[in-house]
């Protein structure tokens, strides 16, 4: 692993880490070793275009995996949304309108 890879994703700045062309070419290599085919879809027999590459051990858990292909999987939006729920789920405080109740 690069060195200033691994210090950003020290940092909290993963964002800088997927910009890399470290990670957008492994993660081309991952897309095509995978058909871009969703890996989780073709293990029930389904067929999904597979649009995301997904670390199997999280890129904050351990940022020494993040460009092992045997930790990456092709996954499609939704499976990879599964994989992620606390991203979109998350509950959002109501704001408040006005002093009026009804």
């Known amino acids: ?3 200033k ?3 950003y994703i020290q940092e909290g700045n993963e964002i ?3 910009q890399s062309i470290y990670w957008r070419r492994m993660r081309e290599e991952i897309l ?4 871009y085919e969703c890996q989780h879809c073709k293990d029930k027999g389904k067929y ?3 649009e995301c590459v997904h670390h199997k051990e999280h890129l904050k858990d351990n940022p020494m995996r993040g460009l092992d292909p045997s930790n990456l999987i092709t996954l499609c939006n ?3 949304n599964k994989e992620h729920p606390e991203k979109f789920f998350k509950s959002k405080p109501k704001k ?3 002093e009026e109740r009804w």
């Open 16 to 18: 800088k880490f997927y």
């Open 78 to 80: 939704v499976c990879h």
């Open 1 to 3: 692993m690069n060195k």
């Open 48 to 50: 999904s275009k597979g």
């Open 5 to 7: 890879l691994l210090k």
């Open 32 to 35: 095509k070793r995978d058909n």
């Open 96 to 98: 408040f309108i006005n």
